[in-house]
Each structure stands twice: as structure tokens, then as C-alpha cells.
């Protein structure tokens, strides 16, 4: 027993090692691409004062969360809408919100539509 034991020793120890390198190579990546990105901001500096023209930062626009709703009020939209049908992105709903309440529901509530438009519809 005292080798089994000095053997899953020796590879928790092993295994903390090596969770260790992985820490400092993923923090030595993170302090080369901020180095790089230092460089570049650096170089469209130049770039803007040479050309007396300001640099365009390039953004992604973050898509705004939607709200998060009770069951309640979600059935009383859905009763609402045409063919108690809504879409959950363009009602500014929470996806993820409307997931848990109609997997809680399936009885209630059924999930549908394709790609980027889920859409969910009340059942009675």
C-alpha cells in the first residue's frame, strides 16, 4: 500500500507541476500580446501624427442583454401575440432566461425557430 500511495504522490505532484508551467506559459502569452498590442497602439500614434488624421479604433458592438422575466409575464405576451408566438430577440428578451422557463414548462411553453431568431410559443 505505502508504493500505490508514494505513487499517486508523486503524480498529484506531477499533475501540480504541470499545472503550474501551463500558468506561466499562459501568463508569459498574456504579457507578449500585451507587449504587441503596446507596439501597435505605439505605431498608429505615429501613424496619426504624421498624417494629421486620427486612427479608427475598431470595436465590436456589444449586443445589450436582454431582460429577464417570470413565467406570469411571459405568458401573458405570449397570449397576446399572433399565433401566441413571439421572438425572443426582437420582444428584447433574456435567451437564456426564456431556455429555463420553457425547458421548467415544457407543458407550457415550446422553443423554435432557426439561427440567430429563437422564437417560443405558449402551448395552451
Do not use: F
Request: hydrophobic share 40%; aromatic share 0%.
Amino acid at each position: 500500500m505505502s508504493q500505490n500511495s508514494a505513487s499517486l504522490t508523486r503524480i498529484a505532484d506531477l499533475k501540480a507541476q504541470i499545472a503550474q508551467l501551463e500558468q506561466e506559459g499562459i501568463q508569459e502569452l498574456r504579457t507578449k500580446r500585451k507587449a504587441i498590442a503596446d507596439e501597435i497602439a505605439a505605431i498608429d500614434a505615429q501613424l496619426a501624427e504624421l498624417t494629421g488624421t486620427p486612427t479608427e479604433k475598431k470595436t465590436r458592438a456589444k449586443a445589450s442583454p436582454g431582460r429577464s422575466i417570470p413565467l406570469s409575464e411571459l405568458k401573458e405576451l405570449l397570449a397576446a401575440a399572433p399565433d401566441k408566438t413571439l421572438s425572443i430577440r426582437q420582444a428584447g428578451l433574456e435567451l437564456r432566461n426564456i431556455k429555463i422557463l420553457a425547458e421548467a414548462n415544457p407543458h407550457l411553453l415550446k422553443l423554435g425557430g432557426k439561427g440567430p431568431w429563437p422564437v417560443v410559443t405558449l402551448l395552451k
